[in-house]
């Protein structure tokens, strides 16, 4: 029996706010905003503890180092890295706010896993996203390849393959595009969510979409799936120019649920017409219509980013707090959705930090499904329990700053500081420093 784990991502002692994620309204709308790493890592810690005194089994993901020192080295900087940080701060402040961007925390985007129940090999198959959308973002790849190389490295149960080839044609963002609907007696229906496609048709014309076909495509044959367990659906152009950058912040599934809006596929009627007969009419699919939620809301509330969790016996829906300070959206969850997905739980979780980067519940998640065999195979010490979870909230509140602005990323004090606390948290989660050096 396999249940999921969900593997939140720690947020970074350098979170700050740099406008960088072009087409994410969040990340545009807080640019040059004092960000506050601590709290956002406490939030974060937070969400896990909510989940975890649930019952739920929680995971951890640790940050990645930053800056990217290997990256600037690719990029003709020279000389110690403290030679590295004036020099890149001297001629592009902005280079070294991408570079020391902790973006690595919204692990929704670190891959894209196929549970070992879905697939001929019978292993969990993990795909990481090259993220190359965005510099910022696709500077994750490589260490976050590395990471889960080490955490999934028992070939018996995982296979972490290569990211997709790191050119537009394969943009490729991960979990975040990708929804699995379990099914009682067949096997689980796959549907990976696209942007656009090298045979053309309609795209956004504001914001840029993030994920094509292609890519989407080679996920599945790399996980193993078999045709009749894959749907490669195009989002709503409209949708994306309207802020929807990934999949998750319109639409989300859960066992056998599927939860979007109205907007959020192109020809959505026959798409959801096709989940149903593929899913041999076993999906319960809500839709919730522009009149009662616009597109507009539902990106400013991040309602679909919300995690549904549980089985029939006790669900639970856990949403951003931005979704009950809407008063449509709340009415629409308190009364609506507790009854079409029959909740017996709803809980708002504040997670204002990550959220002003456009980051909410679901994206700071990955989902892996797991036995127990595989659980015990994992490296690391990354499921929490008590210890570990008051270890990390001591360490964040002794060495997290709680204010951060672009010109202290540039200090080389301060760099050395949050380097240090890095490399402390890899100690904590027993995780090898050399998992670092990709970063180097
Ligand atoms: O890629 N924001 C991220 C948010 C990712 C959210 N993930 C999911 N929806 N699964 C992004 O747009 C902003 C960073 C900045 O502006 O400083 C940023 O990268």
Not at 225 to 234: G, N, P, S
Not at 292 to 310: C, E, K, P, R, T
Request: charged share 20%.
């Amino acid at each position: 029996m396999s249940c999921e784990v969900n593997f939140d991502g720690l947020v970074g002692p350098t979170h700050h706010y740099a406008g960088l994620a072009f087409g994410n309204l969040a990340s545009i709308g807080h640019q040059g905003a004092v960000s506050n790493p601590r709290q956002a890592a406490l939030q974060g810690l937070e969400k896990m503890r909510w989940l975890m005194d649930r019952g739920f089994i929680q995971g951890v993901l640790p940050p990645q180092l930053r800056p990217n020192f290997s990256v600037l080295r690719q990029l003709g900087f020279q000389g110690s890295l403290q030679a590295i940080l004036t020099q890149v701060w001297q001629q592009s402040p902005h280079l070294l706010s991408m570079c020391s961007s902790a973006s690595a925390m919204w692990v929704a985007n670190a891959a894209t896993v196929i549970p070992a129940c879905d697939n001929e090999s019978q292993r969990t198959v993990l795909v990481p996203a090259n993220l190359l959308s965005h510099f910022h973002r696709s500077i994750e790849a490589a260490a976050t390849t590395s990471l889960l190389r080490y955490v999934f490295a028992d070939r018996n149960y995982f296979q972490v393959t290569a990211p997709l080839p790191a050119v537009a044609a394969y943009a490729d963002e991960g979990a975040a595009n990708h929804m699995r609907i379990a099914l009682p007696r067949q096997a689980a229906l796959h549907v990976f969510v696209y942007g656009n496609d090298a045979n053309g048709g309609r795209t956004p014309s504001r914001y840029p979409s993030r994920q094509t076909r292609e890519a989407s495509a080679a996920i599945a044959r790399l996980g193993g799936l078999a045709e009749q367990q894959v749907m490669l659906v195009k989002q709503n152009p409209e949708a994306i120019d309207a802020g929807v950058f990934h999949n998750d912040v319109i639409a989300l599934s859960h066992d056998g649920l599927l939860l979007c809006h109205q907007q959020a596929f192109l020809n959505q009627l026959q798409v959801l017409d096709e989940v149903r007969s593929r899913s041999g009419d076993q999906v319960t699919i809500v839709q919730v219509p522009e009149a009662d939620v616009s597109l507009q809301q539902a990106v400013s509330s991040y309602l679909f980013n919300s995690q549904i969790l549980g089985g029939a016996a006790h669900r639970v829906l856990l949403l951003p707090v931005e979704c009950e300070q809407d008063a449509a959206v709340k009415r629409y969850v308190e009364t609506e959705l507790r009854q079409q997905l029959a909740l017996q739980e709803i809980a708002y979780v504040d997670l204002q930090q990550s959220m002003r980067n456009g980051g909410g519940p679901a994206c700071l998640r990955l989902r892996v499904n797991l036995d127990k065999a595989a659980l015990r195979a994992l490296k690391g010490r990354l499921i929490l329990d008590d210890e570990l979870h008051e270890q990390l909230v001591a360490l964040v509140q002794k060495e997290y700053p709680e204010r951060l602005t672009l010109e202290q990323l540039a200090d080389w004090q301060f760099t050395r500081q949050v380097m240090e606390t890095t490399r402390n948290l890899y100690r904590l989660l027993d995780l090898p420093l050399a998992l670092l050096d990709a970063s180097l």
